[in-house]
Nanobody
């Protein structure tokens, strides 16, 4: 019922920055926890960052100090600001929204991030 659309991916040089967006078809992020995952070819999907409905954030050790997850004021979009990018950050990035209390989970389609000189 809820659609999530990721955008903002692309090609950037090492040390550069990108901001990914996860836009919801309805204002849901006051109730849902949102996770950013990434998956590179041949690797398992890994959790990168989380923001709860209350605004609490958590990050994987590999991105702490470089990535920031946030919401807009309308609670319609979640962002992942990525700074000081490294080649090992190359992956398809996915957002997931979860409302655990009612067993609802939605995934976006993914956006490609490539870090290369």
């Amino acid at each position: 019922q809820v659609q999530l659309v990721e955008s903002g991916g692309g090609l950037v040089q090492p040390g550069g920055s990108l901001r990914l967006s996860c836009a919801a078809s309805r204002s849901i992020f006051s109730l849902y926890t949102v996770d950013w995952y990434r998956q590179a070819p041949g690797n398992q999907r890994e959790l990168v960052a989380t923001i709860t409905s209350a605004g609490t954030t958590n990050y994987a050790d590999s991105v702490k100090g470089r990535f920031t997850i946030s919401k807009n004021n309308a609670k319609t979009t979640v962002y992942l600001q990525m700074n000081s990018l490294k080649p090992e950050d190359t992956a398809v990035y996915y957002c997931k929204a979860t409302w655990t209390a009612v067993g609802r989970e939605y995934w976006g389609q993914g956006t490609q991030v490539t870090i290369s000189s």
